[in-house]
């Protein structure tokens, strides 16, 4: 069993940054592939970045490109999403996810409660 919690979120003002946080326990966790997704209202769940298990590999959708950074620790069993230059529409709740899937939800085993991230326009 793996358990996941988010950290780092908050309110910030467009153009400013933020950096998440998921901590995570179980057996097996360098083995995982580790993601971000978020969710905003009345939205489906979109990808934001993925870290393979060694860290070697990382990738992300076009809309976060450039501004956001996905890292692991695993001697620290945490992964990390640095946000910057964010926008208005990056607000939305954010989870992390461990498993062996690429960019989509479905590939992902464990998932954490989330973490608010509200930006200002």
């Known amino acids: 069993q793996v358990q996941l919690v988010e950290s780092g979120g908050g309110l910030v003002q467009a153009g400013g940054s933020l950096r998440l946080s998921c901590a995570a326990s179980g057996r097996g966790l360098s083995t995982y592939n580790m993601a971000w997704f978020r969710q905003a209202p009345g939205k489906e769940r979109e990808f934001v970045a993925h870290i393979n298990w060694s860290g070697g590999s990382t990738y992300y959708p076009d809309s976060v490109k450039g501004r956001f950074t996905i890292s692991r620790d695993n001697a620290k069993n945490t992964v990390y999403l640095q946000m910057n230059s964010l926008k208005p529409e990056d607000t939305a709740v954010y989870y992390c996810?461990?498993?062996?899937?690429?960019?989509?939800?479905?590939?992902?085993?464990?998932w954490g409660q989330g973490t608010q991230v509200t930006v200002s326009s």
């Open positions: 996810a461990a498993g062996r899937g690429y960019a989509y939800p479905q590939g992902y085993q464990y």
